[in-house]
């Protein structure tokens, strides 16, 4: 008998389509050599952050990075910077790395811990939730310039499986619906159980792109 790809292979034909033993459905990625133009192309580059990046659910990093209350570290993607932080009622949040004063970046370290935020620019603080703090000299400014009250941009900010994830647009669907995943499917990896020993941080002369498509099949 031939071997069918689209239909195996499978460890147990009897299981439920919602288990993780279940084939998975065939995904046609068609046979069409890809352009050259999409790994080296900085108008195509220009797209995908147009088009792809802004929508799609991003992993920021590992859960178990953030500890305590305070805990803080910047993920960065194309232009945008982040701080990823654990607020006072242990809840991660994702803010957009950049105070609504004056435009200053807020977070200078890649990580730390701190009881809010404060810029460097005008001292404005902020609490781990966004929500903002104090003003320096808030009677020297006009009250229309304050109202309404400026906090930090925030983006959707969810956990799943050890992993910390954030989505730039409000239209995207839900985490787990995006992922598109059987139940337990990633949390069988066990990396809500892992911790980070040391962060290293390495730069390669390489395109990423031929690393993950290494890994497709």
């Known amino acids: 008998m031939a071997y069918n790809y689209e239909h195996g292979p499978v460890v147990n034909p009897s299981a439920p389509e919602d288990s993780l033993e ?22 195509f580059m220009d797209k ?19 500890r305590e ?21 242990h809840v991660v949040r994702a803010h957009y790395n950049v105070c609504p004063h004056r435009g200053n970046q807020l977070v200078l370290n890649e990580r730390g811990s701190v009881p809010r935020f404060t810029c460097s620019f005008h001292s404005w603080s902020f609490e781990l939730d966004g929500q903002l703090n104090a003003i320096t000299d808030e009677d020297s400014f006009r009250p229309e310039v304050l109202c309404p009250r400026p ?21 995207a669907p839900p985490l787990k619906e995006y992922i598109g995943l059987p139940e337990g499917y ?32």
């Open 22 to 43: 279940a084939k998975r459905p065939y995904i046609d990625n068609g046979t069409d050599v890809v352009s050259p133009d999409r790994y080296y192309s900085r108008e």
């Open 48 to 66: 995908e952050w147009q088009q792809l990046w802004p929508r799609v659910w991003l992993i920021a990093g590992p859960r178990t990075d953030l």
């Open 69 to 89: 209350p305070g805990d803080y570290f910047v993920f960065n993607v194309g232009p945008e910077s982040f701080i990823i932080t654990l607020d006072d009622n």
């Open 151 to 171: 906090q930090l941009s925030s983006v959707r900010c969810e956990e799943h499986a050890g992993l910390i994830w954030l989505n730039m647009d409000g239209k």
């Open 186 to 217: 990633l949390e069988n990896y066990q990396l809500d159980q892992m911790f980070t020993v040391r962060h290293v941080s390495s730069e390669w002369a390489a395109n990423w792109k031929n690393g993950i498509d290494a890994f497709y099949e």
